[in-house]
């Protein structure tokens, strides 16, 4: 299904966007980062903090993470400010890179089990399933900040995944 080298790739790609829209939300002051724009999630500021809140959750199935306190609702409050945000995001996505970057084909064999607070109920599914719904869930979230950002008047880089920088 996927491989570790798609893993790795996706990892560097997720570091890679997640730098380019803070980037692009860095010229934005807080105001609008936090306003309300119709979003799942509402603001800018609080779809970051659920993918981050969501990435961890998941790293906390995946590997020795913290699991994150609250569920999808609080996820909106992950962090309390943009500059505690910046940090956790640019560690996590640090150790994210890391932990892909040491996947062999076995790790991605066989399945995982959780008690998802989604569909308030236990669930188990194959292990590689899990790592691709992990970084599609990233794209998709990072896809509505990108929206919320152009709107707002921002410029966020390219977003194609064979546009990434060699090297990343």
């Known amino acids: 299904m996927i491989t570790p080298g798609y893993c790795h790739m996706m ?4 570091a890679w966007q997640n730098e380019s829209l803070i980037s ?4 934005l002051p807080v105001a609008e980062l936090t306003k309300f724009r119709g979003a799942h999630f509402g603001s800018i500021f609080a779809t970051f903090n659920h993918l981050l809140w969501g ?9 020795e993470w913290d699991k994150p306190e609250g569920g999808i609702a609080s996820s909106v409050e992950f962090t309390p400010s943009w500059a505690v945000y910046l940090r956790a995001r640019r560690e996590a996505d640090r150790q994210i890179t890391d932990w892909a970057g040491r996947l062999d084909a076995e790790a991605l064999e066989g399945t ?7 569909l308030n109920q236990q669930v188990e599914r194959p292990f590689a399933v899990c790592v691709a719904h992990f970084f599609n869930h990233q794209t998709h979230h990072r896809g509505q900040i990108h ?3 152009t709107a707002a008047g921002a410029r966020p880089g390219d977003t ?3 546009a990434m920088p060699e090297g990343l």
């Open 11 to 14: 990892a560097r790609y997720n």
């Open 24 to 27: 692009a939300a860095a010229g």
């Open 55 to 63: 990435d961890t959750i998941w790293m906390s199935r995946f590997a």
């Open 112 to 118: 995982l089990g959780w008690f998802s607070g989604a």
């Open 147 to 149: 929206a919320m950002l």
């Open 160 to 162: 194609d995944l064979f």
